[in-house]
């Protein structure tokens, strides 16, 4: 099976679903996974369909897209951020699924003993 095309085909078709479908909450939650697991160089798409989103659910917070900012944050290297991001999503969402993981990275975080800087 040949995917070396797979992240640019993927890409144009989230491109192409957010461009018919400015609003739509399926076509920007596929765009936040799929450029948070491509990683750093499109962290500013993701975090450009999580704005969309976070706007949709407003005035309430949704755990899907709280957890998407602690992720940019992490991948942004950005440790105050992440680390008052999880505080957030603990405050928010105390027994969710990916609570008890974000408690583990804010510790780690907060002791120094995870360092998510760049050089």
Do not use: W
Not at 25 to 53: M, R
């Amino acid at each position: 099976m040949d995917v070396r095309y797979a992240a640019q085909k993927s890409d144009e078709y989230i491109q192409s679903c957010i461009s018919a479908y400015k609003n739509s909450e399926k076509c920007h939650l596929e765009a936040t996974y799929l450029y948070l697991q491509i990683g750093p160089p499109n962290i500013k798409l993701a975090k450009k369909s999580l704005k969309v989103l976070k706007k949709m659910y407003k005035p309430k917070l949704s755990e899907e897209v709280e957890a998407g900012y602690v992720f940019v944050y992490l991948y942004s290297r950005d440790n105050k951020g992440a680390i008052k991001q999880i505080k957030k999503y603990l405050t928010e969402f105390p027994n969710a699924g990916r609570a008890e993981m974000f408690r583990k990275i804010l510790a780690g975080l907060e002791s120094g003993g995870i360092q998510v800087r760049s050089n």
